[in-house]
């Protein structure tokens, strides 16, 4: 089955504005509370927002098969698990209502009016329930910056990090949308040169600048996702911004990981794009040495180049962009990731979330949080407004974009902004 | 409130032998399938499974707040939400229902016939959907016998251990109840002198006994629930089986903690004991040196006298326990782990599980894993049929069993019965 939604010659009788994150041919899937309070399962093509469930109600998705109240959810969660043929059906079938030639519903007012808001005009909430958090820590540069901190210069990597797709399990409770501000945490941290803990506010938060893909139904318990698989029960991604206490961590993290330092607040954008949307992206992954073991092998064109970036905004307003990383840096890839977590055996469901971990780059410019970036507080960064920082600080704004463009056409995914209130 | 049903005076008109764990005094909750194949929320007095749903559509818990289809449900997560005041109410009133003297439904044939199974015709399920699933790491013995066998024996304990009950994420999708049989597990380990890993199936399959509480909506995220409010946010507790697999735990863990390890799968008791039905067993728990941080501190009795055992039953039906320890003898109390747990303003949602950590006493006959046990590998355990253990072999099932017992009647858990299957 083709993906007609991907045809770059498309264009939509919605406006939209150049270098807008979502043309027609990107159709990410979201859900919002309209203006009447309504729940719904929404897309969104350039600053207009797109009420699926109304549109199916009018029988715009006549021949799909779609249960009646598919869209009319507060979850992606059962969309997502009816699979890939459907999620395709269905772009491929907003992407001919919107086309530019297509009068139906550009034609019919009252429809229009039922189903089409502003983006200004509805709030956006948590894509899917998310069961199941799991972060990655993939980049092969952001583990070798922390193994050169915290451990040894000269042996930086772990002897597992190049055989393994380390990973860890994180709290799904505390997952919000782009725009819900957060609060500092306060725990327990060691002093430098105490034998005591004390207790306060961290005084050392950070961001890490990721993404996570959101995963459909993909196996039975005990059974596993072959690798040249994995790729189907991944519905799409998202911004992923895995906020960090690194004092706290720093206390807590041996010998189990890190837990409190970590499950005070993670913030994700708020429209998944399909990896469909994303297919005239691929690249292929860095090379791997020593090949992994075969279960995690395979060839190809496995990763997506996204340009990623993170912003400071100060109270005033300012903002400054303190780094520019990208997907295709990640050193294992996605399939890879999930095939690994499956290898056991281990249960995954639909809205269940992976993130990349810290994507960081080789350049200093490029690495992907502060903790990199200021290189453990000795380099502090000067924001735009002549401000210094080592670590986001009470009121700041964190801000992260990513997109791909190619092709005279640009897939985004938007932003996650997040302010940090004091604790 | 008083906890009328905590009355050791009451007996019931339904027959209960003598030592069972679910004398009237008990009262747990679970969700089981009827021989109609209904599924319902129901509780359990002796060896009858009593229907809840059918109970409250027959007007039985008249005056008490309650939705129509509270126990019209696939999990417990609702009605743990209505709070520990319903709990209370509800648990009084089935007291009352199934007092010897109470001819209500004892004298009722047609109400008796809709509400009431034997134990076994009926499928128990898993009792709560879970969110999120903690497991902690809060047995003194047992953190410091993995500190000699894997660091040092002279500083056995990290230096946090005193100061935080340490804990990280586990996998809620592979938590699974009594009776379901689990895979050996498969995933990459490094053999004793090589410097590859290899794949195959575990060769060091291992149980943990430990206990788990289940939670209520305890607070909202960016708040902390205070230590000496903990428990009223605790619903009840079960048996946990954290099955783990040494020799991948031994190559992944570092510096993440523990994942395909452990997340393989996790087995739970089907009925939850409520804090309630608890509370005639108070104890102490062990005294904490040095004081833990103010957040961290309360006094009385936190902890909960109960005994536990593990066995190891072979194919040829034979049983063996191997070894026997106690819920009292926690370092840290649940009331901590839940105050710590929010304490960075982690949200914590109705039926989220927080598991114990392995429960181990002081003498070799009370370690609560295979690992300590057998110590490494390095002493075999000697079973009832004469063949020894170091870790668990296919087809053999690990039975946990655990009960309080005093003033003449015993509350128990029941059982959390695995059996291992190839991989």
Redesign the interface.
Known sequence: MSIRANDPTISSWLQVKTASDFPIQNIPFGVFLTPDDVITIGTRIGDHAIDLGALHQLGYFEGIPLTDDIFLQDTLNDFISDGKKTWRLVRNRISEIFEASNPKLRDQKKHREAVLFSMSEVEMQLPVQI??YTDF?SSKEHATNIGKMFRDPENAL???WL??P?????????I?PSGTA??R????T?PKGA?????GPSKMVDFELEMAFITTDANA??E?VPVDQAEDHIFGLVLFNDWS?RD?QK??????????AK???SSISAWIVTLDALEPFRVESPQQK?DP???LRHSGNNSFDIHLEAAIETPDGISTIVTKSNFKYMYWSMAQQLA??T???????SG?MMGSGTISGTGEESFGSMLELAWQGTKPITLSNGDTRTSIQDQDTVVLKGYCSRNGYRIGFGEVRTRLLPA
């Open positions: 069961g199941d820590y772990l002897p597992n055989h393994i380390v990973g860890y399990h994180g709290r799904s409770s505390t919000v957060i609060k945490p306060k725990g327990q060691l034998n005591q803990p004390v207790f318990m005990g596993s206490a706290i206390w807590e993290y041996v010998p189990l990981g890190p837990f409190l499950n005070f607040a020593p073991l075969p279960y690994h977590h290898i056991n055996g281990c249960k995954v469901n269940d």
